[in-house]
């Protein structure tokens, strides 16, 4: 479900209200005092707790004196973020 490699954070399968918790603790644990990356290239289904498991990651690092940035998020995420008026919260990685 998270998997850490090289420089990424990378989530995989299905992005639901039935795993969004167990996601936000397993990913927390990855989250450092740094930038980190977290990559949804690997996501299989997302729906709207997507968008609320991105902002308590970036809670959290930020929490922790990081920041998180996300990496190919996919239409269906970034039409989400659009329509819930958080686009501007959610920091993308240029890399």
């Known amino acids: 479900m998270i998997r850490q490699a090289d420089d990424r954070i990378y989530v995989n399968g299905p992005v639901t209200l039935n795993n969004a918790m167990e996601l936000l603790e397993a990913g927390s644990g990855y989250l450092g005092a740094s930038e980190n990356v977290i990559d949804f290239s690997e996501v299989s289904e997302i729906d709207s707790s997507s968008v609320s498991l991105m902002l308590e990651w970036s809670r959290r690092a930020r929490a922790a004196g990081g920041q ?28």
Do not use: H, P
């Open 68 to 95: 998180v940035r996300f990496a190919n998020l996919g239409e269906a995420i970034t039409s989400l973020t659009d329509l819930y008026g958080v686009e501007d919260l959610i920091l993308l990685d240029a890399r």
